[in-house]
T-cell receptor, first 114, second 107 residues
Framework: DAGVTQSPTHLIKTRGQQVTLRCSPKSGHDTVSWYQQALGQGPQFIFQYYEEEERQRGNFPDRFSGHQFPNYSSELNVNALLLGDSALYLC?????????????FGPGTRLTVT | AQRVTQPEKLLSVFKGAPVELKCNYSYSGSPELFWYVQYSRQRLQLLLRHISRESIKGFTADLNKGETSFHLKKPFAQEEDSAMYYCALPQGSRLTFGEGTQLTVNP
């Protein structure tokens, strides 16, 4: 099991463009969460998907949207990119919504907005 | 709103010395708390959770509700402990992270 995988590894976009990031959860996991990690900061929760629905959302604008597919993989979409969206985007998967389920993190996608 | 504070961005100790990484939280309720670690060129991973009350790689952490703290301690630091450490507070499976402490253990 490769664990949580994310693609692409790195991405460079221009301000105003749109971007899609992808995540495949660890085998057997059905819950996917997305985090944004700016340089020198801890990860910040964006949103979480379970049973193809957004279950929780952090303090991020509507420009950030997502989707979960029947195979539990997930996408994060960001529209109208701003320079401040430059960050490492982390995907985490777990076996459910309860706090008792350990979250496993992917390697991240490094997004640079110029 | 719940919040996690790690007051030290950088911490440097010598091998064999005790180490303590500080974490303070604000939460209205009975919290569950975690420590995550990220070694160089590796993924963020769970180190320990307070509810399990176990020692992982020689690290322990005690929840002090009076001081709203969850400091991570190890009596004798090793060079392989050098890493970024994050304290995290869950709401369900949503995690609120502190800003992290970069620990360097010098030979």
């Amino acid at each position: 099991d490769a664990g949580v995988t994310q693609s692409p590894t790195h991405l460079i976009k221009t301000r105003g463009q749109q971007v899609t990031l992808r995540c495949s959860p660890k085998s057997g996991h059905d819950t996917v969460s997305w985090y944004q990690q700016a340089l020198g900061q801890g990860p910040q929760f964006i949103f979480q998907y379970y049973e193809e629905e957004e279950r929780q959302r952090g303090n991020f604008p509507d420009r950030f949207s997502g989707h979960q597919f029947p195979n539990y993989s997930s996408e994060l979409n960001v529209n109208a990119l701003l320079l401040g969206d430059s960050a490492l985007y982390l995907c985490a998967s777990s076996g459910g919504l309860a706090v008792s389920y350990e979250q496993y993190f992917g390697p991240g996608t490094r997004l640079t907005v110029t | 709103a719940q919040r996690v504070t790690q007051p030290e961005k950088l911490l440097s100790v010598f091998k064999g010395a005790p180490v303590e990484l500080k974490c303070n939280y604000s939460y209205s309720g009975s919290p569950e708390l975690f420590w995550y670690v990220q070694y160089s060129r590796q993924r963020l991973q769970l180190l320990l959770r307070h509810i399990s009350r176990e020692s992982i790689k020689g690290f322990t952490a005690d929840l002090n509700k009076g001081e709203t703290s969850f400091h991570l301690k190890k009596p004798f630091a090793q060079e392989e402990d050098s890493a970024m450490y994050y304290c995290a507070l869950p709401q369900g499976s949503r995690l609120t992270f502190g800003e992290g402490t970069q620990l360097t253990v010098n030979p």
